[in-house]
């Protein structure tokens, strides 16, 4: 079955980085698209990062030019990259995948940025 699972967060201070990984199994990694969410605290889930199965990427403005997102198909494993943190950052990261129109979502990794 599709397993999703993500590490790396923790606690950072503003300006910053931590590298999120998500380890993905049961399902063709290197063809697949993946995407990095986060939710936080009384808000929408909402798509921050994500990345064809050849590369293309996408960067919600929040994070453009903050975060990069990449894969490395021999690992099975997406990553996201972030720098310059902000509180605003803080939030739930998950994982996600969309197969035969199922979506997949790991467990998620808390993210907080504070002094």
């Known amino acids: 079955q599709v397993q999703l699972v993500e590490s790396g967060g923790g606690l950072v201070q503003p300006g910053g980085s931590l590298r999120l990984s998500c380890v993905a199994s049961?399902?063709?990694?290197?063809?697949?698209?993946m995407a990095w969410y986060r939710q936080a605290p009384g808000k929408e889930r909402e798509l921050v990062t994500s990345?064809?199965?050849?590369?293309?990427?996408y960067y919600s403005d929040s994070v453009k030019g903050r975060f990069t997102i990449s894969r490395v198909n021999a690992k099975n494993t997406v990553y996201q990259q972030m720098n310059n943190l902000k509180p605003e950052d803080t939030a739930v990261y998950y994982c996600?995948?969309?197969?035969?129109?199922?979506?997949?979502w790991g467990q998620g990794t808390q993210v907080t940025v504070s002094s």
């Open positions: 996600f995948t969309r197969r035969s129109d199922n979506d997949y």
């Open positions: 049961g399902f063709p990694f290197s063809v697949t698209a």
């Open positions: 990345i064809t199965s050849g590369g293309s990427t």
